[in-house]
């Protein structure tokens, strides 16, 4: 069945930081993709979404691509702030339901 | 703020005794989700409703477990006779349609002692 596949964590890393979280997916056709965050305590928020091939979500100075080749959709930023510590999930859409990743948790020191 | 309300926050239950979990979706929603997160795990889907309709129950235990959106009122989530493993974090998400971006509310958390 359709799968979410990202990296474990956590992830420490240092203010200013450059971030990648890896997420690769197995599905029939093509999903739409996203990655939720989720702060402590709170539910989760949609960060960013892609609907197609070569899709470029982008939202808060987080981007992902969706590369339809290597089934990815990895998150990326170019420098985190310690208010970005959070866990950060990557999910697919299949018919009438979202499919998640595990999440990663990420810390940022200051 | 009319965003997805959950209550309560915190639930705890002794084994054998019936947890219910209430979620009021956001205003003009009319498709609400639940999911369940374990420990160091991801969310996984329960259920999908839409009003008076159960449309997707895959997710759901055979046993113990159902869930209802009646035409007036919160959708419920009940769990009869807990046992040690329902403790999680019990999340509803609403949207206005497939294909429409969730929206969360901040969880019921269930203990069962």
């Known amino acids: 069945g359709d799968s979410v596949t990202q990296m474990e964590g956590p992830v420490t890393l240092s203010e200013e930081a450059f971030l990648t979280i890896n997420c690769t997916y197995t599905a029939t056709g093509y999903p739409s993709l996203f990655w939720y965050v989720q702060y402590p305590g709170e539910g989760l928020q949609l960060l960013l979404k892609a609907t197609k091939a070569d899709d470029k979500g982008s939202n808060k100075g987080f981007e992902a691509t969706y590369r339809k080749e290597t089934t990815s959709f990895h998150l990326e930023k170019g420098s985190v702030q310690v208010s970005d510590s959070a866990v950060y999930f990557c999910?697919?859409?299949?018919?009438?339901?979202?499919?998640f990743g595990k999440g990663t948790r990420l810390h940022i020191l200051p | 703020n009319a965003g997805v309300m959950q209550n309560p926050r915190h639930l705890v239950r002794r084994r054998g005794q019936e947890a219910r979990l209430r979620c009021s979706p956001m205003k003009g929603h009319s498709h609400v989700y639940w999911y369940r997160q374990l420990p160091e795990e991801g969310l996984k889907f329960m259920v999908y409703?839409?009003?008076?309709?159960?449309?997707?129950e895959s997710g759901m235990p055979k046993e113990r477990f159902s869930a209802e959106f009646p035409k007036e009122g919160p959708s419920i989530l009940r769990i009869q006779q807990v046992v040690r493993g329902d403790s999680a974090a019990y999340f509803c998400?609403?949207?206005?349609?497939?294909?429409?971006?969730?929206?969360f509310g901040n969880g019921t958390r269930l203990t069962v002692t």
């Open positions: 409703l839409q009003k008076e309709n159960i449309i997707d």
């Open positions: 999910a697919l859409d299949r018919d009438d339901k979202i499919i």
């Open positions: 998400a609403s949207s206005n349609g497939i294909n429409s971006p969730l929206h």
